[in-house]
């Protein structure tokens, strides 16, 4: 069946350092993979989302990779800061037909130490 | 443009009891999901509505159910309530396959 499986569950760095999310994911019509962060007591929000089309997409800090052959991608945050501590939950989904349906990994508690 | 709005924000329920749970998605969104957030299983997939239909299911007993009406507004209903029910219960609203889903704040379901 449809499954994604993230890691690490839990991640520790350093204010300034670069975070790394990985995910594998099982089926391969999936073709669309957001992330989500999700900060404590509130609502999870999109931060960035990539095309099976694409390779590899940035916006600022966060970059995200997509390698279809392994049916990986993942997340890369570079100079950390305090307030990108929260929980991150990739997901995948059937984008060409049309469900809103979302499979989401097991989600990393990232903890950036000032 | 109001964001996806869910009601009641907390609900204590009594074991065998029923609840219903409503997501007002954003306005043009006619697809919403129900998302069951627990701390040991994550965000777990639960169904999915477009234009009144139900077009997925997730793996969950036939006790959780839902609907939508003609507004994309969106209920959904556990019967029977079980001490694991306790969740958070999110639901997401988009355009469609492939778009952003926004989600609302969530109804924390507390079963004792």
């Known amino acids: 069946g449809e499954n994604v499986e993230q890691h690490p569950s839990t991640l520790s760095v350093q204010e300034g350092d670069s975070a790394v999310i990985k995910c594998t994911y099982s089926d391969s019509a999936s073709n669309y993979f957001p992330w989500y962060k999700q900060e404590l007591g509130k609502r999870p929000q999109l931060i960035i989302d990539?095309?099976?089309?694409?390779g590899e997409k940035k916006d600022q800090r966060i970059a995200v990779t997509l390698n279809k052959t392994a049916k990986h991608f993942s997340l890369h945050i570079t100079e950390t800061q305090p307030e990108d501590s929260a929980v991150y939950f990739c997901?995948?989904?059937?984008?060409?037909?049309?469900?809103?349906?979302?499979?989401f990994g097991q989600g990393t508690t990232l903890q950036v130490k000032p | 443009k109001a964001g996806v709005t869910q009601t009641p924000r907390y609900l204590i329920k009594t074991r065998g009891q029923q609840v219903t749970l409503s997501c007002s998605p954003i306005s043009g969104h006619r697809s919403v999901s129900w998302y069951q957030q627990t701390p040991g299983q994550g965000l777990q997939f639960l169904f999915e509505y477009f234009s009144e239909t139900q077009r997925n299911k997730g793996n969950f007993p036939g006790r959780f159910s839902g609907r939508q009406f003609s507004n994309s507004r969106s209920e959904m209903n556990v019967s029977t309530l079980e001490l694991g029910d306790s969740a958070l219960y999110l639901c997401?609203?988009?355009?469609?396959?492939?778009?952003?889903?926004?989600f609302g704040q969530g109804t924390r379901l507390t079963v004792v």
């Open positions: 997401a609203s988009s355009l469609g396959g492939g778009r952003e889903a926004f």
């Open positions: 990539i095309r099976s089309n694409v």
């Open positions: 997901a995948a989904s059937h984008g060409s037909s049309n469900t809103g349906k979302l499979i």
